[in-house]
């Protein structure tokens, strides 16, 4: 199988920005938000104090929506924990199938 010009131009770009420590990606939002979110990559691509504190400030903005163990911390602040409730149920015989 051979590899046309295009796929190796491609391929090197994707090289050239590794070794940057970067990496190309498609993001879905809506059209308004478009030159906000290129503002915010562009800003994010450039290493430095002011990147760190947009990403930190991101990366807490949005930690709730995407935070491991949500349902369990959840579940622990109700009004019900700690409280001493029987969970388990009844077993019942099956009712009769016909074949």
Known sequence: MTVTAQTRALNRYRDRLAMRGMSRFEVLGL??????????????????????Q??????????????RGGILAALRRSPFAGAEIRTVRPRLAGRKIDL
């Open 31 to 52: 059209d308004q938000d478009r030159e906000l979110i290129r503002a915010l990559a562009k800003k994010l691509a450039e290493s430095g104090q002011e990147a760190n």
């Open 54 to 67: 947009i990403r930190a400030r991101v990366a807490h903005t949005v930690a709730g929506a995407s935070q």
